[in-house]
């Protein structure tokens, strides 16, 4: 799914020259969730860039669902961003004067899908998080934890194969926090690909492998073979009237 080989990103020239990957190799494959963990300067957000098709390398491949999209030029590289990946941010970025089922439609609006298909699409999405019934709030009217979801429903809305979020909960709460992760494990039980760049250790024990970097290369790859569950710890947490959460 995702193929980095010998990548290096360099920003500046001279004194001002920073290496912020040294030649790093990375392989993803399909349906795996992993997280990209390491100290602010480990090149982990550079890495992210790359994945997503913000950035093109300074040197190395990346291959992308087989294809070499590395040196491709903006326009088609944010092709196939729009094609093959979905995005979740910390801050959410919803447009504040668009309704959830608008801003869960914008970006299938740059795929040239009609109206109808959309409106299906977008709806379809937000039912799948939970706020099916929400689609008319404006991002002002949800909670932080509903407007991850949206964010969240903006991102699978076009079915893309690899989703990358970048802090997804950092925003959150520890319980709504602990409920977009099982959202997450739900979506990686059914074939996608989840790439999730965090500081928090605890977010990371929620994935299948943890990446870790330091000075622009990977330092340590692990499979986690004793991830957690974040659905069974819903159900162990106590909503405030002493009931016990239900897990999705």
């Known amino acids: ?59 190395g491949q990346y291959f992308l669902a087989d294809q070499e999209v590395g ?5 088609r590289r944010a092709e196939v961003r729009n094609q093959h990946i979905g995005f979740i941010f910390q801050t959410f970025n919803l447009l504040p004067k668009l309704t959830a089922l608008q801003n869960v439609e914008t970006p299938l609006v740059y795929r040239g899908f009609g109206m109808s298909r959309r409106h299906k699409l977008a709806q379809e999405a937000l039912e799948r998080v939970g706020l099916g019934g929400r689609g008319h709030h404006r991002p002002n009217q949800l909670s932080g934890g509903q407007q991850q979801r949206v964010a969240i429903a903006r991102a699978i809305a ?32 059914e074939g996608r690909t989840v790439v999730l760049v965090t500081h ?14 330091s000075d622009g290369l990977i330092v340590s790859d692990v499979n986690n073979t004793e991830r957690l569950d974040a659905r069974a710890e819903l159900a162990r947490m106590a909503l405030p009237g002493g009931e016990v959460a239900k897990a999705r």
């Open 200 to 213: 928090d250790e605890r977010v990371a024990a929620h994935c299948k492998r943890v990446v870790r970097l």
């Open 1 to 59: 799914m995702i193929s980095i080989r010998n990548m290096t990103k360099v920003y500046g020239t001279g004194e001002t020259k920073v290496v912020a990957l040294a030649g790093l190799s990375l392989e993803v494959t399909e349906s795996e969730m992993v997280a990209i963990m390491g100290p602010s300067g480990s090149g982990k957000s550079t890495l992210m860039n790359m994945i997503g098709c913000l950035d093109r390398p300074t040197a």
């Open 71 to 75: 040196a491709i030029d903006d326009n």
């Open 158 to 189: 076009s079915h893309p194969s690899i989703l990358l979020g970048d802090e997804p909960t950092g925003a959150l709460d520890s319980r709504t926090g602990q409920e977009v992760l099982a959202l997450f494990q739900e979506l990686n039980e």
